[in-house]
């Protein structure tokens, strides 16, 4: 199964598949593409997203962006994949409607897993089934009813990523802190590298910063600015071909051996020992 909506004036797709392994590459648009993976089998799924081994359980979702690289182990079972673009919809247009788009979609935080409980399977199969009756519909409406649609699955989505995700001891305007926080970093990180920076942007003081992730997460807003440049380190280094001293450079570092002492680190290998360590796993 396999749908997919696509405005070819405007540039902007939406599309659902039962197999989002085999089917990622065959809609209109390939790059630039959000998904949110559900895994609807009896047993977990085995992935491997940014270089790291991941483990998707029954009934959990997670969303992926056009900046994560995702792998498959063979004989995986297959998943249910939406996926979009920006020109379909946008999630920071929507921001007010659809919170915490920085820990849902774009977060420097660890993945979002979200579990669909027994209570909630039924609502979700429900918008499943919905969904796939619009695709079915082709008429002048259709692409505003499946706007609607997957706003709607966001919206559930960012319900579970609220209770599942986020302490309770936070309220909306703390939460909102910190989802800000993590969209800058995702925006900014290659030239800002410092709290107060960002804190600046918040108009709030570095401390304030420190003490809400500090509730929320055992990583400090440092440590959050670092390992997204880390990631980012680590995809160029194993998507790319480019050099050590030019994956640094892209980085804001001059100067190589600063960079592959701050890589060092934070990750426990050097980059040329990453690069190779992980072009040998992957064969």
């Not at 959000?34 to 029954?58: C, G, H, T, Y």
Request: aromatic letters at 12%; charged letters at 25%; a positive charge.
């Amino acid at each position: 199964m396999r749908f997919e909506y696509y405005n070819a004036q405007m540039g902007s797709i939406v599309g659902l598949t039962d197999n989002y392994r085999v089917d990622r590459n065959l809609f209109s648009v390939k790059k630039s593409m959000v998904s949110m993976l559900w895994n609807r089998n009896a047993e977990p799924v085995k992935l491997v997203i940014d270089s790291e081994p991941f483990l998707l359980l029954p009934n959990q979702i997670v969303t992926l962006t056009y900046l994560q690289n995702i792998g498959f182990g063979m004989g995986c079972p297959p998943l249910h994949g939406f996926v979009f673009n920006r020109e379909f919809y946008c999630i920071l247009d929507h921001d007010e409607e659809v919170s915490c788009n920085g820990i849902l979609f774009f977060g420097t935080q660890d993945l979002p897993i979200l579990t669909i409980s027994q209570i909630e399977q039924p609502k979700f199969n429900v918008l499943l089934q919905v969904f796939i009756d619009e695709f079915e519909t082709p008429d002048k409406i259709q692409g505003e009813m499946l706007q609607m649609m997957l706003k709607r699955f966001i919206i559930k989505c960012v319900r579970l990523a609220k209770d599942q995700l986020i302490s309770k001891k936070l309220n909306n305007k703390q939460i909102d802190i910190i989802r800000k926080f993590n969209v800058l970093v995702d925006t900014h990180f290659k030239e800002k590298r410092h709290v107060k920076e960002y804190a600046d942007l918040l108009f709030k003081s570095p401390k304030t910063i420190s003490n809400l992730f500090g509730i929320y997460n055992q990583q400090s807003p440092q440590q959050i600015i670092h390992n997204r440049l880390v990631l980012e380190a680590k995809r160029l280094l194993l998507y790319t071909d480019k050099s050590i001293s030019e994956v640094g450079f892209d980085l804001g570092y001059e100067d190589p051996a600063y960079f592959s002492r701050f890589f060092k680190k934070n990750t426990g290998k050097s980059p040329k020992e990453f690069k190779v360590s992980l072009t040998t796993a992957l064969g």
